[in-house]
């Protein structure tokens, strides 16, 4: 399998690749939702609202945080997971920008 080379590609072009990704399972999203409406989490509670196990959710815990939408501080023997607004305000700007795009009409398609 050949390498990706995203670094032939802009940093935005990368920026928006990476958080589409993170977006990219009804998992994650369903995650980003409940931390959006609660304004932070627990990872147990999260555990608890979805129908997966701890450790699948973990993994996607992980994903979303890769990207940056969300970070985790640890309290006590758990971690309070919650957006990230810094990267947050930076996911809509660079995917709104990108969805926004108006393709002209073209005859040919």
């Given at each position: 399998?050949?390498?990706?080379?995203?670094?032939?590609?802009?940093?935005?072009?990368?920026?928006?690749a990476?958080?589409?990704?993170?977006?990219?399972?009804?998992?994650?999203?369903?995650i980003?939702?409940m931390?959006?409406?609660?304004?932070?989490?627990?990872?147990?509670?999260?555990?608890?609202?979805?129908?997966?196990?701890?450790?699948?959710?973990?993994?996607?815990?992980k994903?979303?945080?890769?990207?940056?939408?969300?970070?985790?501080?640890?309290?006590?023997?758990?971690?309070?997971?919650?957006?990230?607004?810094?990267?947050?305000?930076?996911?809509?700007?660079?995917?709104?920008?990108f969805?926004?795009?108006?393709?002209?009409?073209?005859?040919?398609?």
């Open positions: 399998m050949g390498l990706a080379k995203v670094e032939e590609f802009t940093v935005k072009g990368n920026k928006i990476l958080y589409a990704k993170a977006l990219a399972h009804p998992a994650r999203v369903a980003i939702q931390l959006l409406e609660k304004q932070s989490c627990i990872c147990g509670d999260i555990v608890d609202e979805l129908p997966l196990s701890q450790s699948t959710v973990s993994q996607h815990l994903e979303l945080k890769k990207a940056g939408l969300i970070k985790g501080e640890i309290e006590g023997v758990k971690i309070c997971y919650c957006i990230d607004e810094q990267e947050w305000n930076r996911a809509k700007h660079y995917l709104g920008g969805l926004n795009t108006l393709v002209a009409e073209k005859s040919c398609c």
